[in-house]
């Protein structure tokens, strides 16, 4: 029955089909270095791996590094910096197929933002930048082993629990930029400088948006672990980059504003 679908038609699944199917007078020296011959690479295969996907990672972060360098001595790119990056982040959402080119220059964008941030914020609370990298390299450090190990995956439930919460802290953070904006609302921090039992209120959201980030990344590290398992084509692990770039961005400028929010 097997033999009936189309694509075991293909010659690989014959018998005697196929490049790799050794020939009846191959002599044992032969076989053993058929045998000893090097894994295809991803490049040879053109599928997804844990491994091709590791290296564009470090070639995306090399490249916010740079951004970030050229946004800390020049500020006033913040602005222009978040703007383009929003662009590119919808582009890369919504694309079909997934552009190394487009992540790439997402990468740089989001850099010169983050550095331009970092310079402004660190000028007014001196020493914040290194303990916000701190904070975030220790998130993600453990979110990481914590996948790796097998004691945290993703699931269905969490996931659409984590949406709702997504969902529910956008719209929060819309209407407290619109407060802040038409100075109904007077607080350099809008509505997270509320005080609740004397406890900033940006403190204890920071605190649930910092777990929500952690679970993004478990959702980015999971999409790259079953695309590779799966076989999915080379080029959808920039998409794992995309999502891995976007959440660290994330985790890390909601841990510089937590710890603003503390000093104030």
Same mark, same amino acid.
């Given at each position: ?27 044992? $020296? ?20 844990? $491994? ?13 590094? =740079? ?29 079909? $197929?997934? /552009? ?26 001196? !020493?914040?930048? /290194? ?10 450090? =453990? ?9 945290? #995956?993703?699931? %269905? %439930?969490?996931?659409? =629990? ?21 100075? =109904?609302?007077?607080?350099?921090? !809008? ?34 672990? #079953? ?9 959808? !692990? ?15 400028? $909601?841990?510089? #504003? ?7």
């Amino acid at each position: 029955m097997a033999m009936n679908n189309p694509a075991f038609r293909n010659a690989g699944f014959q018998r005697g089909g196929g490049a790799a199917t050794a020939q009846p007078n191959m002599t044992a $020296e032969q076989l053993q270095q058929m045998y000893e011959q090097p894994a295809a690479t991803a490049a040879q295969t053109d599928r997804m791996t844990v $491994e091709d996907t590791l290296g564009k990672s470090v070639v995306a972060f090399g490249i916010l590094l =740079v951004g970030a360098a050229i946004g800390w001595f020049i500020p006033a790119l913040a602005i222009p910096a978040a703007i383009a990056g929003f662009v590119l982040a919808l582009v890369n959402i919504f694309k079909k $197929e997934p /552009s190394a080119p487009l992540v790439l220059a997402y990468s740089g964008v989001q850099g010169v933002f983050v550095g331009g941030i970092s310079g402004i914020f660190e000028t007014i609370y001196p !020493g914040i930048v /290194s303990q916000a990298l701190i904070g975030t390299v220790l998130v993600f450090g =453990v979110t990481f082993a914590l996948f790796a190990s097998g004691k945290i #995956r993703a699931s %269905k %439930k969490a996931t659409k =629990v984590f949406m709702i919460a997504m969902i529910s802290y956008a719209a929060f953070s819309l209407v407290n930029i619109v407060l802040m904006w038409t100075g =109904v609302n007077d607080d350099p921090w !809008g509505m997270r400088g509320a005080e609740i039992m004397g406890i900033p209120f940006g403190l204890i959201l920071g605190v649930l948006v910092v777990i929500m980030a952690a679970y993004s990344l478990v959702l980015d590290f999971d999409f790259i672990k #079953r695309g590779s398992e799966n076989g999915l084509p080379r080029k959808y !692990g920039w998409t794992g980059v995309f999502g891995v770039i976007m959440t660290v961005v994330w985790l890390y400028l $909601e841990i510089l #504003r937590m710890i603003a929010i503390a000093r104030d």
